[in-house]
């Protein structure tokens, strides 16, 4: 299974992203797909997840209104799109898939079996 981020960079502040995970080796029925990012200093925290088959979503309430979460089916793609983007924003960004959600998700590091490398996000001010 390979798990691999994009989209990453720097962005003014109140500005915005479209980061994309690909994921290859899964059959995805199932699977749960979420986002997490990482700070320096700071524990990896759960940003948002679906379920593969979109009935379920959930954002951490920083992220609520500004961020949102969506896949395509037929190219196996995940996507995160950030916008009004704050000096609190800047991580590293995490795309995970989880076999053992079925139907729903979780934000929850150790819920996911597999993870990617990461894309950087920086906000300047």
């Known amino acids: 299974v390979q798990v691999v981020e994009s989209g990453g960079g720097l962005v003014q502040a109140g500005g915005s992203l479209r980061l994309s995970c690909t994921v290859s080796?899964?059959?995805?029925?199932?699977?749960?797909m979420g986002w997490f990012r990482q700070a320096p200093g700071k524990e990896r925290e759960g940003v948002s997840c679906?379920?593969?088959?979109?009935?379920?979503?959930y954002y951490a309430e920083a992220v609520k209104g500004r961020f949102t979460i969506s896949h395509s089916v037929a190219e196996k793609v995940l996507y995160l799109d950030l916008d009004s983007l704050n000096p609190e924003d800047p991580a590293m960004y995490f795309c995970?898939?989880?076999?053992?959600?079925?139907?729903?998700?979780?934000?929850?590091?150790?819920?996911?079996?597999?993870w990617g490398q990461g894309t950087q996000v920086t906000v300047s001010s």
């Open positions: 080796g899964l059959t995805f029925d199932g699977y749960a």
């Open positions: 679906m379920s593969w088959s979109g009935g379920k979503v």
């Open positions: 995970a898939a989880a076999s053992t959600l079925s139907g729903s998700c979780a934000l929850t590091n150790s819920t996911y079996n597999y």
